[in-house]
């Protein structure tokens, strides 16, 4: 059972190539520090760019001989899994690239196929439930799923990243923030807006660790974008100019 007192292990996998400097590590540190005023917290966060891993050789002998593990043994995979298995909570937090993860994220994912149950030709099921199945279930453990995008409509362009995730946790088993556009939110520099903004992800944080889970009407709320469409065509437009300038920062 969800115990909101207990003291949380929290792992958060930043699959941004700009690492620190993601913006949308400015929303995943947002409901960090409202989960941080909810509950004690251990909060370890994983550059997966910084991570020395190969890509799947596609063996699987993770589903077969080696039942469970990965024959690669010489990179930091295995070190992740194991403080996967070990987080009550983990947060994944990644750019939109052409309506899908970043590649990298994708290569860290394949590695991690071990955690999957055998695939053995089993009817996909029917109630949300994760298609291969999770090997190591666990109903007290939490998955957030923190993205951010250029586009406004994330119901549009985040359909593949949500199908994905519903076929490999099950659907409603993750809580998915999909945020749009916070990276021109960051570079206009206006600092009370983005505060204002960023309010809402620290209060998400807390009534998560609260409820152990946020509501639809807060997921919907997540998603608005903080500007007019008229306000950012023009913030775009003068982000393109700059660059093309070399005045963009
Ligand atoms: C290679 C690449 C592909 C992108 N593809 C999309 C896309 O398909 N849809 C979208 O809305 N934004 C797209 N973007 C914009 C990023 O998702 C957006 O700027 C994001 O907020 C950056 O987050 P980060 O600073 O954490 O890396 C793309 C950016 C790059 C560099």
């Known amino acids: 059972m969800w115990d909101k007192n207990k003291k949380k292990k929290v792992l958060v996998i930043n699959g941004s190539p700009k690492n620190d400097r993601s913006s949308t590590m400015y929303i995943t ?3 960090l520090e409202g989960l941080k005023a909810s509950c004690e917290c251990d909060i370890e966060v994983i550059n997966v760019h910084k991570l020395n891993f190969k890509p799947c050789t596609g063996c699987l002998s993770c589903w077969g001989r080696t039942e469970g593990e990965c024959v690669i043994k ?3 995979i295995s070190i992740v899994k194991e403080k996967l298995l070990n987080a009550d909570i983990i947060i994944e937090s990644f750019p939109l690239f052409f309506f899908s993860m970043p590649g ?6 394949d590695r991690l196929l071990s955690m999957m149950l ?8 029917t109630n949300n439930e994760s298609l291969h199945g999770l090997r190591y279930p666990d109903s007290d453990k939490r998955f957030v799923v923190i993205s951010s995008c ?3 409509e994330v119901d549009l362009v985040y359909d593949s990243v949500k199908a994905q995730f519903d076929f ?3 659907k409603g088993a993750y809580t998915p923030i999909f945020v749009p556009q916070i990276k021109t939110l960051v570079d206009v520099k206006n600092e009370n807006k983005l505060n204002r903004f960023l309010k809402k ?3 998400a944080g807390t009534y998560f660790n609260e409820n152990g889970g946020l509501t639809d009407e807060i997921i919907n709320d997540l998603s608005k974008p903080p500007f007019s469409e008229g306000a950012y065509k023009i913030f775009l437009s003068q982000f393109w100019q700059e660059e093309k300038d070399g005045k963009a920062s």
């Open 104 to 109: 990298v994220l994708k290569s860290f994912t």
């Open 118 to 125: 055998t695939y053995k030709g089993h009817k996909p099921p």
């Open 150 to 152: 250029a586009y406004t």
């Open 29 to 31: 540190n947002a409901f």
């Open 201 to 203: 992800f620290i209060d």
């Open 168 to 170: 490999i946790c099950g």
């Open 74 to 76: 010489n990179d930091d």
